[in-house]
């Protein structure tokens, strides 16, 4: 997994849904030169609220990606986890974030532990 091609391993996993990430691209002005945490964050992050709604199973592919992410032993590549999704995640409601945790593995909410302590502080 390298940083660089986050993006790219991330929506070939769903090719079916090729023109969403195309079409939220085109809505944001977002390209991949922008930067990880924009295309994740202007781009996967609205495919995630989608998915969670309508396919259990695309969802248990996002998230297991987004688990890969944070075991990757690449800072940068967590970072853009998150900074990037779970931040955002669980700033929401609790109700919100019960939906998405179920699909979380062992590091993912580890960094969401983390990030909720960071939550709590403020």
Known sequence: MKYEELYKDFISIFPEDSDFFEEKSREN?????????IMFGLVVLPYIKKIIQESPEKSVKAFSFFEDMEKSGDSKIAEVLEFSILEYLLSNEKESIDLYA????PETTEAAKSIGKWFSQK
């Open 102 to 105: 179920k699909y979380f593995g």
């Open 29 to 37: 002005d977002a390209e991949e030169s922008d930067g990880m945490h």
